[in-house]
């Protein structure tokens, strides 16, 4: 607050200025009446100038009146009272709109300096204001964006206080009219008006400015009333008043076309009583935020669809093209530091120098792999035409042999399925597509607000929304982005028309452009110095000026061919490692059929090689639905030989420290996998016989808990038998592998495939194909032959199958019997003569050969049953007798 020190000398309350000035009025009227009263001049348009005065001393101590002489040929005394008031300025400060505005952060460095301006050029200068006006001091109001400017007078009696008051006033406004006051921060004008009653100055921080009004009133005021009231501080917009409540004030709502207008009427009218009537006015409080959300949850149909299109807009403009960048450069390795030739270098200069790098184990360079190798690197050099499919069993090394052949190539995108397929949840799917794909940001969180606003609005409107977005929406929208990130990457991003000739003959023409121009950079020429075309080419008699200007088209011609190169190694390559590794699952149906979909687009707009890494022989089914009438490249992983396994071991220890590995290599096999592991474990300080027996007894344990399912706690039901599996296991321990159909026509299989596909999908067998048909059985892991024979020899366990096998087949055999005993009952059943003899085929004795051949064949059948039958019995008695021994020898 600032005020002047004429102010603070004048009176102790601002606020009680009326009073003050009915006191001084009474006091003035007590005077006696021979006193003569100097009558002032009249105030005019143009200001009069008074007579000098000078004040009287008085021995009176009240404040409210002073005595002032007038100067004059006839000396004259007169009595006047000092009297106070107070001005509104609107448009002083900007209006405050609430506690987030920061602008009076900006501006309050000039504040001072705005008060200055108020003195100087808003406020009239004092000796052109009647009745000894002064300013006695200045009030800035920082939420109503204006200030009170506070003021002293005296008027002579030829005056009332009212028409002293409206006078200043008027002054005041022709003032302001007069010069064209604009503040910057608005470009509107400064507008004054004399404050008729008594402000409330309050700074509570949650009322704030409002064009609606509150007035409460005692008395008789009509709409009519408060229209001449309030019209002068603005237009109005509507006069409401309220229902009356008993035993409290009458109360109507004023709303004005502008904010400011509302200002000035609360700043000058609050507190004011006119004609009998006193007015208290206030901001009518607004709760916006809860009429926003009425208005929202009252309108489901219009604001929910305008939601999701601002939301779709919004995410499309800013959130899309992020998402974009971040694939593309995850494709691009564009943050990866091992593509920066520079930083490897410094790597491995300072880094590298002080630690050990560790040699990951790979299986590059098995002789076995090579064809193999070199055929997937020939389809890569050709257009993106169709799938290229990786088979074979779990750690054979598909993953390691692929990567080896594409880790020359610029683009590529591996998606791991098993982390996919292993999610517990949507979002958790969701989410580890994103990261290995680069999708950010994904705003996963979103997904579960849209599911639970659906539902609310659902549930009090009856009609779904429509914002909840489902699992194959999601992941239908990352694939959908990903296709554009690898497009913008794709060489042949605009060659769709184009047919995989076409696209070849590019391809061969860019790989020999390179080749040709590697070997000139090679020779040391220029390329500038060979241009590709003769037309370009500079003779030795040409001048500098037309060899310059040919090297400039040659450049210019160079730069157009290479846009329309095709280089293999710059088209994208995506992995789909382990792809159906679960064929059951919450979402696999769906991760696969869209995953096939998807690499199908690809493949047919030629923008991509699509690659498949799978364990399951059964993944070639949707992706011939996805990509129909296409021939696909298969390349089927094997297990390494024992040469090939005694060389990938050898690798990686000393053979003069382990001279003889060839037992233990023989015994776990050529499966990349238990290989890593003998070799982990012989680095750490294990013997190869130790390794082994410990690799092996892991191996048996995983048997025994897959196969025979001991562990039945938690409810899983298996697709086999463990009498299938055990007559499948003692033949694989008894050859090399299996005949597939000696097996399936197995009493215990009963001519059934299905079994053997749901022990290849566990990993337990592999079966070969030969000519497109199953043609043998081999263990899942090579090791696994090797646990197979430890299991064969517990002699506990092996007795117990065996009973449980042969108690099998005997009452399957008894089943047998009982239908040849029936059908022979039924024979001899039939209506015969006295004679003994079969009538009407017959007249002598014995059956028609027709019959005896049934009976002869039926009789057999039961020789066979039985024998098979007795058989069973004696394996059932030794088995138990083996229990037994096993029992006494515990």
């Not at 609310?456 to 554009?484: H, M, P, R, V």
């Amino acid at each position: 607050m600032y005020r002047v020190a004429a102010l603070s000398r004048a009176s102790p309350a601002l606020c009680g200025h009326g009073a003050l000035a009915r006191v001084s009025a009474a006091r003035l009227a007590r005077l006696p009446q021979t006193t003569p009263r100097v009558s002032l001049s009249t105030v005019s348009a143009k200001p009069v100038p008074m007579l000098p005065t000078k004040k009287v001393p008085s021995n009176s101590q009240t404040f409210s009146r002073r005595r002032y002489t007038t100067e004059t040929p006839i000396a004259m005394e007169e009595e006047m009272p000092l009297q106070y008031g107070m001005l509104y300025f609107d448009n002083a400060y900007p209006l405050k709109m609430g506690w987030w505005d920061i602008r009076y952060s900006l501006l309050k460095p000039g504040w001072k300096q705005l008060e200055r301006k108020a003195k100087e050029e808003l406020v009239p200068p004092e000796n052109a204001m009647p009745f000894h006006f002064k300013i006695g001091g200045i009030e800035p109001r920082l939420k109503d964006g204006g200030m009170f400017v506070h003021f002293s007078y005296v008027h002579p009696s030829s005056y009332t206080t009212r028409e002293a008051l409206k006078e200043i006033e008027s002054r005041c406004e022709q003032h302001l009219i007069s010069h064209g006051h604009y503040m910057w921060f608005n470009f509107q004008k400064v507008r004054a008006f004399l404050v008729k009653g008594a402000p409330f100055l309050e700074d509570m921080a949650s009322r704030y400015p409002n064009n609606r009004i509150r007035i409460e009133y005692t008395g008789d005021l009509n709409v009519e009333g408060l229209y001449t009231m309030f019209r002068k501080y603005g237009k109005i917009m509507d006069i409401t008043p309220l229902p009356i409540v008993k035993d409290m004030p009458k109360q109507a709502i004023v709303q004005y076309s502008f904010m400011r207008a509302a200002t000035s009427a609360k700043s000058c009218l609050h507190g004011a009583e006119i004609n009998g009537v006193r007015l208290n006015v206030t901001y009518e409080r607004t709760l916006q935020g809860n009429a926003i959300w009425s208005w929202l949850t009252n309108h489901p149909r219009i604001s929910v669809p305008l939601g999701g299109m601002a939301l779709a807009g919004v995410s499309f403009m800013v959130f899309d093209p992020m998402r974009v960048f971040s694939m593309h450069a995850k494709i691009t390795q564009l943050f990866n530091l091992d593509e920066y030739a520079v930083l490897r270098w410094l790597r491995k200069e300072t880094v590298g120098r002080l630690t050990r790098s560790q040699d990951p184990l790979q299986v590059n360079g098995w002789r076995e792999r090579e064809h193999d190798e070199e055929k997937l690197r020939n389809w890569l050099n050709v257009p993106p035409e169709s799938f290229a499919i990786v088979h074979g069993p779990r750690g054979a090394g598909k993953t390691e042999m692929v990567e080896f052949v594409i880790k020359e190539k610029k683009h590529k995108v591996v998606i791991r399925c098993e982390e996919l397929a292993n999610a517990r949840s949507e979002s958790e799917l969701l989410t580890n597509l994103a990261k290995q794909v680069g999708y950010i940001p994904l705003f996963q969180f979103m997904s579960t607000i849209n599911n639970m606003m659906d539902v609310a609005i659902t549930a009090t409107t009856g009609q779904k929304a429509g914002l909840s977005a489902t699992f194959e929406g999601q992941l239908k929208k990352i694939l959908d982005t990903l296709t554009i990130a690898i497009q913008q990457t794709s060489p042949t991003k605009d060659m769709s028309t184009f047919s995989p000739e076409a696209i070849m003959k590019k391809i061969e023409a860019t790989v020999e452009e390179k080749a040709r121009r590697a070997t000139l950079a090679k020779s040391g020429l220029g390329l500038s110095n060979c241009p590709t075309d003769a037309s370009f080419a500079s003779s030795s008699t040409q001048s500098l000026d037309l060899s310059r200007k040919g090297a400039t088209e040659a450049k210019k011609r160079r730069e157009a061919e290479e846009r329309q190169w095709v280089d293999p190694d710059e088209i994208p390559v995506i992995i789909i490692d382990g792809y159906m590794s679960r064929e059951k699952g919450p979402h696999a149906k769906e991760l696969w059929t869209y995953l096939a979909d998807w690499a199908a687009v690809l493949v047919e707009n030629h923008i991509a090689h699509v690659v498949f890494l799978s364990n399951n022989v059964s993944a070639s089914k949707p992706l011939s639905k996805a990509l129909p009438n296409m021939t696909f490249e298969t390349i089927v992983l094997a297990d390494a030989t024992l040469e090939s396994a005694l060389e990938f071991v050898y690798k990686y220890l000393d053979r003069d420290e382990y001279p003889d590995l060839i037992t233990s290599v023989q015994t776990i096999g050529g499966r990349l996998t238990d290989l890593e592991l003998f070799v982990q474990k012989v680095k750490s300080g294990m013997g190869p016989e130790e390794a082994v027996h410990d690799i092996l007894s892991r191996a048996v344990i995983e048997v025994r808990k897959n196969a025979f399912d001991f562990d039945s706690t938690d409810g899983r039901s298996l697709n086999w038998t463990a009498i299938q599996f055990w007559t499948v296991m003692k033949q694989l321990v008894a050859g090399e592998s299996a005949n597939f159909d000696e097996l399936k026509i197995h009493p215990v299989f009963k001519n059934d495939e299905s079994s053997f596909a749901a022990l290849e999908q566990a990993e337990l067998i592999t079966i070969v194909h030969k000519h497109g048909r199953p043609y043998g059985v081999r263990p899942g892991k090579p090791i696994y032959r090797s646990a197979f024979q430890q299991i064969l020899n517990d002699i506990g366990f092996a007795a117990v199958m065996e009973l449980e096998a042969a108690t099998h087949l005997e009452k399957e055999e008894m089943v047998k019997i009982g239908k040849w005993e029936s059908e022979l009952k039924d024979l001899a059943n039939l209506p015969y003569r006295q004679s003994g003899s079969w009538w009407p085929y017959s007249s002598g004795g014995g059956l028609p050969k027709e019959v005896d051949a049934r009976v002869q064949w039926l009789m057999k059948k039961l020789a066979e049953s039985h024998a098979k039958v007795e058989k069973y019995e004696s394996e059932i008695a030794g088995a138990k007798k083996a229990i037994a021994n096993l029992g006494l020898a515990a």
